[in-house]
């Protein structure tokens, strides 16, 4: 391990992403500002395009910090050099997870035209909450990968510290950890699949909330058309964990785990406010599918929360 | 039908309902626990208690969705000997042969049907019925429900086997392919009609 290389590469992502998400976050607020002021709307797809840049550059540079970790921190044997694996990890775990949803939303709004202003101004003002949650409770170049880091600090501590038993067994360890959780395909693609698909809600409830005090067929359409997107992507996202649940806790309940449940009632919710489109014709059912429209995000912020407060696999704490 | 249709629904909703508030109970008592209950016999015994809750009403959610498939097929007096039929064998072979021997049969004349089906969809055929026009939307709609009927026979039935992996991904794949179709339905049959134009242009 080249740790002193490792600590450097950390440093500077804090030191450049830092000024980078501040940035990105005053010029989300700038959003609304330029909505709400007639001369400036013209140029309001520019200062998106601004956002989205500076929110990527710094996607970047998350990225340029796994493949350092890649390169500077293989889990080898201090006495025969043996290489037990590489780190690859996939740039939206631990705290990087709001960040890539804000990113995504970014590009969404990008697509949000022609739509009145006073409704794309409601829309734009997710980012600037986004990017404030980020700042405040999930900053990703604030102690980039603070449990990775605890535990490769961790080995590093036995490697230099302990006998060759006990080196090998944490090595094991981490190997274990390495191609199950780090390195597994699956994480590739359960968590983006889900954030892809919780950034596409965001635009949806939209429709849905004016749609409820609008009462226009627009914002229905609206909402629908975003929704379906993420549903098929949620889906895919869901399933796929699937097997990767059975992989990982054989022979462990795991259905009872609350953050399972919580994003199977999530995904019901969906399945019922698309469902429910077969049958708007009837009397008062757009009040019933703006209202699931509206609870079917709900439950979208309910279930990231839950990463945070529920206990189980999925929170944050237990890794 | 519509009345059949709504009645299901209905069913789907309150089994849903039930099911969501006893995981909401389970939920808001894991999470008062001490930190490491799950180690405890106390565990063990929520673990039995939700089991014991919940597996009924997911059984039975399971056999809505078996009475769902053959709707597509069959109306009126005939849905309903099909539909008593399918539930009377089913609950025989859960008597003699254990619950998820009952279900899988379920299940598997489910799937049959279902490819049924989507064969006669693909033939546009007019004795499947549907809510919604569309060849597209019908193949899709299919599609999902076949896909999903996969899905669950391997996640109750085969679960242990060592194609398991295969069958879950085979069901990814309809399931995933059902809901572009269904979803995109009219922008697929557009995009279709674009390219025949101009092929016949070409000639």
């Not at chain 1, 019901?268 to 079917?296: D, E, P």
Request: aromatic content about 16%.
């Amino acid at each position: 391990m080249d740790i002193s290389s490792y600590f450097s590469a950390r440093e500077l992502v804090e030191s450049l992403g830092q000024p980078m998400l501040i940035l990105a976050f005053i010029l989300s607020i700038g959003l609304l500002l330029f909505g709400l002021h007639p001369k400036l709307q013209g140029r309001i797809q520019w200062l998106l395009l601004a956002i989205f840049l500076v929110l990527l550059a710094g996607y970047g540079l998350l990225a340029w910090f796994h493949i350092q970790i890649y390169n500077f921190l293989p889990l080898k044997d201090p006495s025969s050099g043996t290489i037990f694996g590489r780190y690859m990890i996939p740039p939206w775990i631990e705290n990087e997870k709001l960040y890539f949803w804000s990113l995504l939303t970014s590009i969404w709004l990008l697509l949000v035209r022609k739509r009145p202003v006073q409704f794309r101004v409601v829309v734009y003002s997710s980012l600037p909450i986004l990017l404030f949650l980020t700042l405040a409770t999930s900053n990703p170049f604030q102690e980039p990968l603070g449990s990775f880091n605890q535990q490769i600090l961790g080995i590093e501590q036995v490697l230099n510290t302990q006998d060759a038993k006990t080196q090998g067994l944490v090595l094991y360890q981490a190997s274990q950890m390495l191609k199950g959780f780090y390195n597994s395909a699956y994480m590739w693609m359960h968590p983006p699949l889900l954030f892809f698909s919780y950034s596409v809600f965001v635009i949806g409830f939209f429709g849905s909330l004016f749609m409820l005090f609008k009462r226009e067929k627009e914002y229905d359409e609206f909402a629908y058309n975003w929704a379906k997107a993420g549903y098929t992507v949620l889906t895919l996202g869901l399933l796929i964990g699937y097997p990767w649940t059975v992989q990982a806790w054989k022979g462990q309940p795991w259905w009872f785990s609350p953050k399972v449940n919580v994003t199977i009632m999530m995904w019901v919710l969906y399945t019922a406010f698309l469902h429910t489109r077969v049958y708007l014709n009837r009397k008062g059912m757009w009040r019933t599918t703006a209202i699931l429209g509206i609870l079917s995000f709900s439950a979208v912020v309910v279930t990231y929360l839950g990463t945070y407060v529920l206990p189980g696999i999925h929170s944050v704490g237990g890794r | 039908m519509k009345h059949f249709n709504f009645i299901l629904i209905l069913i789907t909703v309150a089994l849903l309902g039930i099911i969501g508030v006893i995981f909401i109970i389970g939920t808001i008592y894991g999470s008062v626990q001490e930190p490491n209950w799950t180690e405890t016999l106390l565990y063990q015994q929520y673990l039995d208690n939700m089991n014991l809750g919940v597996i009924p009403f997911v059984i039975a959610l399971l056999a809505v969705l078996g009475l769902c498939i053959p709707k597509r097929l069959f109306s009126g007096k005939d849905l309903l000997i099909i539909n008593g039929a399918l539930v009377a064998i089913t609950l025989i072979l859960a008597l003699a042969l254990g619950t998820k021997f009952g279900l899988g049969f379920l299940l598997a004349v489910g799937g049959l049907i279902q490819v049924v089906v989507i064969v006669l969809t693909s033939f546009g055929s007019k004795r499947v019925r549907f809510e919604k026009t569309g060849f597209f939307l019908q193949m899709g709609s299919a599609i999902i429900h076949l896909g999903f009927v996969i899905f669950l026979f391997d996640f109750m039935i085969l679960a242990d086997d060592p194609n398991h992996l295969t069958v879950f991904w085979i069901s990814t794949a309809f399931i995933t392919v059902g809901m572009i179709f269904s979803f995109y339905s009219r922008e697929i049959s557009k995009a279709l009609q674009r390219r025949n134009r101009q092929q016949l242009e070409e000639i």
